[in-house]
């Protein structure tokens, strides 16, 4: 039986958790609050989707990395190569749970996992085409939870971010996401 519900996981990987090359405080109380989440949980989803910036190593992926000093708005230290250590999921995120993959920023930006696909190509939107409520947690709340968030408003008739299970980069633009997140008409919980 469907509850039409998912999970969406952004970004819980090693560089974005605390000793990564852009690792954001908070991001490994965040790994195992989502693998707690999931203990008690994971049954709740039809779906546990879970999200990884996945670089080229041999470009700038789009100005997305800094050529010099990044500006950490809009550019970043190399971070989340593509099958390196850096890009592998915070081992304090419980992956056994998670029923679909998606990467993205092959080349490009890729805040939101919309721009994810499967390793089969499919994108998450058609992933999500029969739910009806997804929950989104992750890294980082001023970024890619904010991209992805954004787009799920267009995909699915529920959208909820959990704010117990996210990190931001930054402390006054992680509010400002939630707030816009919520007056596009996301329930922050
Ligand atoms: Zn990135």
């Given at each position: 039986m469907t509850t039409g519900a998912a999970l969406l996981i952004v970004d819980v990987q090693n560089d974005f958790t605390e000793g990564g090359a852009l690792g954001v405080d908070g991001g490994k109380a965040v790994a195992a609050g989502i693998s707690q989440h999931l203990a008690q949980h994971a049954a709740d989803y039809d779906m546990i989707i879970a999200s990884r910036d996945w670089h080229d190593a041999d470009n700038d992926n789009d100005g997305h990395f800094?050529?010099?000093?990044?500006?950490?708005?809009?550019n970043w230290p190399v971070h989340c190569v593509a099958d390196t250590a850096g890009a592998e999921f915070d081992p304090g995120l419980d992956t056994t749970p998670i029923t679909h993959h998606v990467k993205k920023g092959q080349g490009a930006h890729g805040y939101s996992a919309f721009e994810g696909v499967t390793d089969d190509g499919a994108t998450l939107a058609e992933l999500l085409t029969d739910v009806r409520r997804v929950d989104i947690v992750g890294i980082a709340t001023d970024h890619c939870v904010r991209a992805s968030g954004l787009d799920a408003l267009g995909d699915v008739a529920d959208v909820r971010i959990l704010t117990a299970l996210v990190a931001g980069v930054a402390a006054e633009p992680s509010q400002a996401a939630l707030a816009e997140l919520a007056a596009k008409g996301a329930t922050i919980v």
């Open positions: 800094a050529p010099g000093e990044p500006d950490f708005v809009t």
